[in-house]
């Protein structure tokens, strides 16, 4: 019998938000091995335009993922962001900011052992209504559940209820209502409310809000959605890997960076992480992040965290956390595209 889903968030444990960022994989004792779920989480994902079209030479959808395919299938549940309709027939167009993938990228998604998919962004609807539509549908087929534009997943990973918000404050702006009454949703049938924002300014380590695009603040939406019962807050977007912080006892992750991405123009765009996150019952108890560097626009491979590229992102990711502590102030982008992810 399954267990009858939490009333209330459970606070978490102690996390220092600055000792996450070692890259090495937490230790649990006194915890039962058994009783730990493993939720992991990717950054962007666009197999399209530039991607797409280098996949589409190589003919193997599968190839994306294949460095890091052992990674995404280790968690109990894996959680990705996809940022492009998936169809039938998509144009082969390595150029502009309508995106469109084909439909075999699901096969290749669910065989890494991704189970939840979010839509919620500013590009799923590229396609419109009956695009996103036809994408929900293929996930779907493939045995993934997906979540945004008011769909609430649920999953039980061996008797714990995780459930997934996703919402987009790209091109749109935060409605606190619906918000409350998604993440409501989610509590009432779950142990473990996960809630995904697509949010913020783009190229920036320092979370923040960018006019006309993006007008709300992640920090303000993040500890919102925590007040609102979320147990823990995953936000994407800005393409560039960010910090993270304790609120009320629970973590808000403000960027992964890119995971699948054409964007070559900078290092620090065809950078990302890999978020893993150990639960013991609804507790977080344990965070590790993976760095990864995007190969040939196409597929992301893990690097090694304690030296070269791979410490250099995550030491981004440890000053970014340190800014929002206030131990140091921002340190923002420059003028040109070269400077994305200072």
């Keep these: 019998m399954l267990p009858t889903p939490s009333a209330t968030p459970k606070p978490l444990p102690d ?3 600055l000792a996450l960022y070692s890259g090495a994989a937490p230790s649990f004792p006194g915890v039962d091995p058994a009783k730990l779920r493993l939720m992991v989480v990717t950054g962007d ?8 079209h280098l996949i589409r030479i190589r003919g193997d959808w599968n190839y994306p993922l294949a460095a890091t395919k052992d990674i995404l ?7 990705v962001n996809l940022e492009s309709p998936l169809l039938p027939s998509c144009p082969d167009i390595v150029t502009g900011f309508t995106f469109c993938a084909d439909a075999r990228f699901a096969a290749a998604l669910q065989g890494a052992g991704v189970d939840v998919v979010n839509v919620a962004n500013n590009h799923s ?5 009956s695009g ?3 994408t929900v549908a293929v996930l779907q087929s493939h045995a993934m559940q997906v979540t945004g534009f008011s769909r609430v997943a649920v999953l039980d990973v061996r008797g714990l209820r995780f459930a997934f918000v996703g919402m987009n404050l790209v091109g749109s702006k935060l409605d606190p209502a619906a918000l409350h009454d998604l993440i409501g949703r989610a509590r009432a049938q779950a ?4 809630v995904q924002f697509h949010w913020g300014r783009e190229y920036e380590t320092y979370p923040q809000s960018a006019a006309g695009i993006a007008p709300d603040d992640p920090k303000q939406a993040g500890r919102l959605a925590v007040d609102d019962g979320a147990d823990i807050v995953i936000g994407n ?8 912080e304790m609120y009320n006892g629970h973590l808000i992750t403000y960027a992964h960076g890119n995971f699948i991405f054409d964007q070559n123009w900078s290092t620090g765009t065809q950078e990302g992480v890999i978020g893993k996150y150990w639960f013991d019952g609804a507790r977080l108890v344990g965070v590790q992040y993976v760095p990864v560097r995007i190969d040939g626009d196409v597929q992301p491979r893990p690097l090694d965290p304690a030296a070269g590229e791979g410490r250099a992102i995550l030491d981004r990711m440890l000053r970014s956390s340190r800014e929002l502590l206030g131990m140091s102030k921002p340190l923002l982008d420059g003028p040109g595209i070269n400077d994305a992810c200072p």
């Excluded at 994902?45 to 797409?52: F, Q, S, V, Y």
């Excluded at 299938?73 to 959680?79: K, L, M, P, R």
């Excluded at 142990?191 to 996960?194: K, L, T």
């Design 15 to 17: 996390v220092d938000p």
């Design 45 to 52: 994902m666009i197999p399209a335009r530039e991607a797409g």
């Design 73 to 79: 299938s280790s968690g109990d549940v894996t959680f």
């Design 125 to 129: 609807t590229n396609q419109g209504q």
């Design 132 to 134: 996103l539509d036809q």
């Design 191 to 194: 142990d473990v409310v996960v």
């Design 237 to 244: 977007h800005p393409h560039c890997v960010q910090g993270s």
